[in-house]
Nanobody, 125 residues
């Protein structure tokens, strides 16, 4: 499975960005897909994850109430809508997917097998 993330950029505090990630490859229908982020000098942090089933998602603390994860199962894509962005949200955002047979949501970095290349988000104050 290959994951290609896009949508990062520079935005002012209070603004919004929408990140997208497309899965491709011979077996390109992961069940669990999610987003992590890593700020300079910090550990990679869980943002959100979802299954193909609507309403079946989890969020990390920084994302609650501001970010929304969604899936387009027909296109094998996962999207992260980020609103009310703050300078503390500045990071490289990574799309990730769990092993294909796994159907359980996870917040752990170690639970994800496939990773995208990352897309940089910069929030200016």
């Amino acid at each position: 499975v290959q994951l290609q993330a896009s949508g990062g950029g520079v935005v002012q505090a209070g603004g919004s960005l929408r990140l997208s990630c497309a899965a491709s490859g011979r077996a390109s229908s992961p069940n669990i897909m999610g987003w992590f982020r890593q700020a300079p000098g910090k550990r990679r942090e869980f943002v959100a994850a979802s299954s193909p089933s609507p309403g079946h998602e989890i969020y990390g603390e920084p994302a609650k109430g501001r970010f929304t994860i969604s899936r387009d199962n027909a296109k094998n894509t996962v999207t992260l809508q980020m609103n009310s962005l703050e300078p503390e949200d500045t990071a490289v955002y990574y799309c990730a997917a769990r092993p294909l047979a796994v159907t359980v949501l996870s917040r752990a970095t170690s639970g994800y097998k496939f990773w995208g290349q990352g897309t940089k988000v910069t929030v200016s104050s």
